[in-house]
């Protein structure tokens, strides 16, 4: 199995930035695998609905990559297997459907981008990648 498929998604309110107690429980997940298999890294993925311009939410997306990366460098993860981008409202996974119907365009996504070869070829158990519902 593809370690991409162990780190959970981490979902976020409309128009916030801020973790909630879901996607800190998420992070902490996520926290682990990177602390467990030191050559693995991540580029974690800004995201967000379509309401609002480009800029706007190009710039809420980097303040969701930025939130993770906080937790994540508290929780000891090291700053070298982090990288962060927004991709704002580009890369939606749900068109339409009101604000809360596009929910699920609100988030962080992790992308392994080093190491997970080898991480594959040990001894780890899959994950499962839960998908968070935090509200709209």
């Known amino acids: 199995a593809a370690l991409r498929a ?8 409309f128009d916030q930035a801020s973790l909630t107690s879901p996607s800190r429980s998420a ?4 926290a682990k695998i990177l602390m467990k298999y030191s050559q693995v890294h991540v580029l974690i993925e800004g995201h967000t609905d379509n309401y609002g311009s480009d800029e706007y939410n190009l710039a809420l997306g980097q303040r969701r990559a930025e ?35 596009e929910a699920p365009n609100r988030r962080a996504e992790f992308v392994v981008v080093a190491g997970e070869d080898v991480a594959a070829s ?3 158990q899959p994950g499962v990648n839960v998908t968070l519902q935090v509200g709209s």
Not at 6 to 13: I, S
């Open 67 to 101: 939130s993770v990366h906080k937790f994540l460098l508290d929780m000891g993860v090291s700053k070298g297997k982090l990288t962060l981008i927004s991709y704002g409202k580009e890369k939606t996974v749900v068109e339409g459907g009101g604000k809360d119907g």
């Open 27 to 30: 992070l902490e997940a996520n």
């Open 122 to 124: 040990s001894t780890a």
């Open 6 to 13: 162990n780190f959970q998604k981490v979902l976020f309110d």
